[in-house]
């Protein structure tokens, strides 16, 4: 048995030479010692190749991501988060969060996506409305029972992608409001649940009212239908609850399939967002004024490599140079 607990399935010869194959380590364990302490940096999912000898020994394998990636993945020093995103497409088994558990410091907390049968409001093939949207029963016991017995002391945010709507399928956006109201009075206390929208007419006044009477947080993403990361952090109380989510995908205009063609395999930054960088701070900064934890994910079409743009994230938030933002809380 590996330190994770899991089985052994090739032999050591494969494994990843050490530690110190990796280039920029002791830089990134010198900017980790300057970071926020308030502040959670990571990526959307771990098992990308192209990361060896940026945050994996230069010989790690794919094989070798695919069994214990995540345990590699915790000793790059920048990152203290992760997110679990292949639970978006089914609720993950107990072995499997089990095995996750395993391979995780008992620091770290990782945002985990809720299963997309519970946030998809229509089905996305044949667009007929989805019975179970936001159906409480089907989330408690599907997704969140499991994840409390299995993996309650590494659980980050539980993350709530909403689907992209048509226009034709947008419901009204106060009727939306007191459906989340709806949904989130019927979840028990405790968790942190966060919502991820990909529809700019439902952020309204009346959604954000409707998260923070359930301490849930509206996540600010960087998203091609959505607005800029300073866009939404200008919005008032736009920070919902006590933490606070950001999620860094697609630049504004871009396309899934494109982008992932043009960047692969996300071993470099092909296009910095400054812009982008610089709202992450002013987030910082305003979670900072108000004593909440912010947790940064980032995804490779961000930028080309989320873990190059968690390491340019982190030079800027270990020695910020933007005005303080005024908190929106």
Not at 172 to 195: N, Q
Not at 300 to 306: F, H, P, R, T, V
Request: hydrophobic share 40%; charged share 25%.
């Amino acid at each position: 048995m590996g330190r994770s607990g899991q089985l052994e399935l090739f032999p050591s010869a494969e494994r990843a030479t050490s530690e110190d194959d990796t280039p920029g380590l002791a830089e990134a364990r010198s900017l980790a010692a300057g970071l926020p302490e308030h502040v959670r940096l990571g990526t959307s999912s771990w098992t990308f190749p192209g990361w060896a000898g940026i945050v994996y020994p230069a010989k790690t394998r794919e094989r070798e991501l695919m069994q214990r990636g995540l345990e590699l993945y915790t000793r790059y020093p920048l990152f203290r988060t992760v997110g679990i995103d292949r639970a978006y497409y089914r609720p993950l088994t107990p072995l499997e969060l089990q095995q996750y558990r395993a391979q995780l410091p008992a620091d770290f907390r990782c945002v985990v996506k809720v299963w997309n049968e519970i946030t998809n409001a229509v089905h996305p093939q044949t667009r007929e409305p989805n019975p179970h949207f936001l159906d409480a029963e089907l989330f408690k016991s599907e997704v969140l029972g499991p994840l409390e017995e299995h993996f309650a002391d590494r659980l980050g945010p539980l993350l709530f992608e909403l689907m992209p709507l048509r226009p034709n399928e947008l419901p009204d956006a106060l009727e939306f409001a007191e459906r989340i109201s709806g949904f989130f009075g019927k979840l028990p206390k405790g968790p942190a649940y966060a919502v991820e929208l990909r529809n700019r007419e439902l952020f309204s006044a009346a959604y954000l009212d409707a998260l923070r009477a359930h301490q849930a947080a509206h996540v600010l993403n960087f998203w091609e239908r959505m607005p800029t990361l300073g866009e939404q952090l200008a919005v008032p109380g736009v920070l919902t609850a006590p933490f606070a989510v950001a999620r860094l995908l697609i630049p504004p205009g871009r396309r899934y399939s494109e982008r992932r063609a043009e960047l692969e395999p996300f071993d470099r930054i092909v296009q910095p967002e400054l812009g982008m960088r610089d709202d992450v701070v002013r987030l910082s900064e305003a979670c900072a004024a108000l004593g909440k934890v912010l947790f940064v994910v980032v995804n490779n079409k961000a930028e080309g490599s989320s873990p190059l743009t968690v390491r340019a994230l982190a030079e800027r938030l270990a020695s910020p140079k933007l005005k303080p933002a005024e908190p929106r809380g």
